[in-house]
């Protein structure tokens, strides 16, 4: 079964820079979910789309904003990096909003400032 | 807002030993509640989910979790361990209403020693 889609797997930039992740959720998933774990950390929510619409906000620094795009797929795109930044950043997928539904998450962008 | 607490950051059994992983939730509503497991290096895989339609939930790799209302807990057990289980393990919480995000516990590492 297809599953949600990230890239880049694994990005080094340097502090001050841009950065931007892709995420393609599972097809026929209108929500995009965008989470943030740091080194030992547990994942922390970052921001949510439903239908192109945000839906939700979390811990997102104002340096970063996404969105999500008329094909469902989502960017998160990150700026004037810091040291701090460093970390996985997850997208998950789920159909509708019901909070039975399953939130998928996929494998994770790994990114690293230096 | 919803949370979980997860018991014991660290967990290590013998291979062939019981599992047990705790996880309590606070809410005054029943909530959704999830179990995700991490390996190493990997993405967020959903283990099983709980959403109210039996209080025993069975997940895959022989997991399973027991919603107990009157303890406000939804532990996740294994009758016997495999070296493969070794692993994060995140308990999270989805409140109720439309379009709401997962929460993550801290998180439980488990070890297994052969």
């Known amino acids: 079964a297809a599953g949600v889609i990230q890239s880049p797997r694994h990005l080094i930039k340097e502090k001050r820079e841009t950065a931007t992740l892709k995420c393609y959720p599972i097809?026929?998933?209108?929500?995009v979910y965008w989470y943030q774990q740091g080194p030992g950390q547990d994942p922390q929510f970052l921001i949510s789309?439903?239908?192109?619409?945000?839906?939700d906000k979390g811990s997102i620094p104002d340096r970063f904003s996404a969105q999500q795009f008329s094909d469902y797929h989502s960017e998160l795109n990150m700026s004037s990096l810091e040291l701090g930044d460093s970390a996985l950043y997850f997208c998950?997928?789920?159909?509708?909003?019901?909070?039975?539904?399953?939130?998928?998450f996929g494998e994770g962008s790994w990114l690293t400032v230096v | 807002a919803q949370s979980v607490t997860q018991l014991g950051s660290h967990v290590s059994v013998s291979e062939g030993a019981l599992v047990l992983l705790r996880c309590n939730y606070s809410s005054s509503v029943p909530p959704y509640l999830f179990w995700y497991v991490q390996y190493p290096n990997q993405g967020l895989q959903l283990l099983l989910k709980?959403?109210?339609?039996?209080?025993l939930v069975k997940g895959i790799n022989d997991f399973e979790a027991e919603f107990k209302k009157s303890e406000t807990s939804f532990h996740l057990t294994k009758p016997s361990a495999h070296m493969s289980d070794a692993a994060e393990y995140f308990c999270?919480?989805?409140?109720?209403?439309?379009?709401?995000?997962?929460?993550f516990g801290t998180g439980t590492k488990l070890q297994v020693i052969p």
């Open positions: 999270a919480v989805r409140n109720s209403g439309g379009y709401q995000k997962v929460t």
């Open positions: 709980y959403t109210s339609a039996a209080t």
């Open positions: 998950a997928s789920s159909l509708g909003g019901a909070s039975g539904n399953t939130i998928y």
């Open positions: 097809p026929r998933h209108d929500t």
């Open positions: 789309f439903y239908e192109k619409m945000q839906s």
